[in-house]
């Protein structure tokens, strides 16, 4: 379903929420079906727990400042999960020691452990050595599952 523009109050207020609560607002999306989903991330990852109490924050703000009019919608809250694609320099911060799959804009996708990361780019460790991957040289980046890791 195709998604409809955010008004930057309703981002902004979002953003507030989720910065009180210690996460970062890191997606908004809100539906033609009418489901507004709030993405968010935190240092640490986040609890069942954590999610559910801002829920309720956002909640309850939504109900009082009607920023979505008077029509029905579903709120929907979550963590980025490891389906989300690494865009920002904190999301490889976060994932450091866990494996990712790299399509750069040039040359031939690479798959390895994140190593170390900051504001422009990241270390990967793969089978061939550590490779300096820049932000901006990413087309795209998302971490691998792995189920049965064993930590060295």
């Known amino acids: 379903m195709a998604t409809t523009p955010v008004p930057d109050s309703l981002q902004e207020l ?9 996460m970062d ?11 507004l989903r709030v993405v968010l991330d935190a240092e640490g990852g ?15 703000a939504l109900d009082s400042t009607d920023p979505l009019g008077p029509s029905p919608y579903t709120l929907e809250v979550t963590s980025r999960g490891t389906s989300r694609p690494l865009t920002l320099p904190r999301h490889w911060a976060r994932n450091v020691g866990r494996l990712v799959k790299v399509t750069p804009v040039e040359g031939a996708q690479l798959t390895g452990r994140i190593v170390s990361a900051d504001d422009a780019g990241a270390v990967v460790r793969t089978e061939t050595g550590d490779r300096d991957v820049a932000y ?11 189920l049965n890791r064993k930590d060295v």
Not at 14 to 22: K, Y
């Open 25 to 35: 607002l890191d997606a908004v999306e809100l539906t033609g079906g009418r489901v």
């Open 136 to 146: 901006a040289d990413v087309k795209k980046a998302k971490i691998e599952p792995e």
């Open 46 to 60: 986040l609890t069942l727990d954590d999610l559910a109490e801002v829920t309720r924050a956002i909640s309850a």
């Open 14 to 22: 979002l953003d507030e929420i989720a910065t009180s609560h210690g």
